[in-house]
């Protein structure tokens, strides 16, 4: 049998990469992060989900059966750190898209978003939609570490947009061809003005794949990766999405309350198959395609991680403490929603921040490896590969 063309396609990519270092090992000049992936590797042709679970100090994740763990960031405090509280959408649809089934989500949420006094967020209400990657109600097979993803996923947006409403796609597999189809029927769903990926590939051309990330007037982010700066990877490498980074944030004695630095595990890069954003060309980025990320979120497991109510079976759910550039990314599809601006076919949601950047909290410390130039992985004003051109501080850079 002949292969597909994306097949053939993601083969190359897959053997251009293979003197890289592992999926999930950390890359040049980072140390071993106190975190894990939930996610197996994934083979030559998929992408790997980019969640990462907070290990304690013996090398055992953080889980709690009756509580949140208590250093587990919280809707309050994730609210207060991007100066989002008390705002709201109006009932706003965010669409969330991952790989696999995850049977019990529906009643996962209700747990987290109970523990924290959001609203009910169910199907019976209409706030809740679980849907296939075409779209129907026969779910994929249940997978672990995907679901963890997802549960990352739907807790992170609650934390973020407790008014948003969720509507969830799983795909059938994790390749980027089913992936970007249930990216594209999300983006067909009436009400969704911001769709969320957690996952990544290597960096790939839009020739390619970009027909399944190009929707105008929805804010499509992707998350950046968890293996520090290895150059680009896509979808957050694509031209069409807002590339997401990430940070370590912890309380602070200063006017903010909190302070942030680039997470030594996000990644970052220069993609020679994609081309420059426009707004960006005015920004010092050292490179000639498209760079990545445009901004950032927390996402640092240990130092911001999020405390989330997750599945360890197909029956049997707990607490833990999650992270990784999965939490980043639907935060800041949260924040495009509450921000009323998710783009349009002149000025792409990606455009949005380069034209804003002075309302954005710069973060200016922290790297995620070498590199030359220095920017693609060290943080410093204005932009950086780490953590783009910053973080939220309110809505006003979107």
Known sequence: ?????????????????????????????????????????????????????????????ITNASAPPSSGLTPAQLQDAYRLSGLTTGGKTIAIVAAYGYPNLERDLAVY??????????????????????????????????????????????????????????????????????????????????????????????????S???????????????????????????????????????????????????????????????????????FNTGCAGRAMNDVSAVSDPSNGGLAVYYPTSNAKSTWSQLGGTSEASPIIASVFALSGNTGSSSAPANWIPYTHASSLFDVTTGANGTCSPAEWCTSGALWDGPTGLGTPNGVGGF
């Open 212 to 282: 399944y990330y190009n929707h105008p007037g929805i804010a499509v982010t992707a998350a950046a990766g968890d293996w520090g700066y290895r150059g680009a990877y896509y979808p957050a490498s694509s031209s069409y999405v807002v590339g997401v980074g990430g940070t370590s944030l912890n309380s602070g004695a200063n006017a903010r309350g909190w302070n942030e630095t680039a997470w030594s595990g996000t990644g970052s890069g220069c993609s020679s198959l994609n081309a420059a954003l426009p707004p960006a060309t005015a």
């Open 1 to 61: 049998m002949r292969k597909t063309v994306s097949a053939v396609v993601a083969t190359l990519l897959f053997a251009a990469f293979t003197t890289s270092p592992a999926w999930g090992a950390p890359g040049p000049g980072l140390q071993p992060e106190h975190s894990r992936p939930v996610c197996p590797a994934p083979r030559a042709s998929e992408a790997a989900c980019t969640a990462r679970q907070a290990l304690d100090p013996a090398g055992n994740p």
């Open 113 to 210: 978003r109970k523990q924290f006094g959001l609203p009910e967020c169910t199907t019976v209400n209409g706030c809740l939609t679980i849907r296939n990657q075409s779209g129907g109600t026969r779910l994929p097979r249940f997978d672990l570490g995907w679901s963890q993803e997802q549960a990352l996923d739907v807790d992170a947006l609650s934390a973020a947009c407790p008014d948003c409403k969720i509507a969830v796609f799983e795909a059938s597999s994790q390749n980027l061809t089913n992936l970007g189809t249930a990216v594209q029927t999300a983006a067909r769903m009436p009400g969704v003005v911001a769709i969320s990926n957690s996952y990544a590939f290597y960096d790939a051309p839009d020739s390619t794949y970009g």
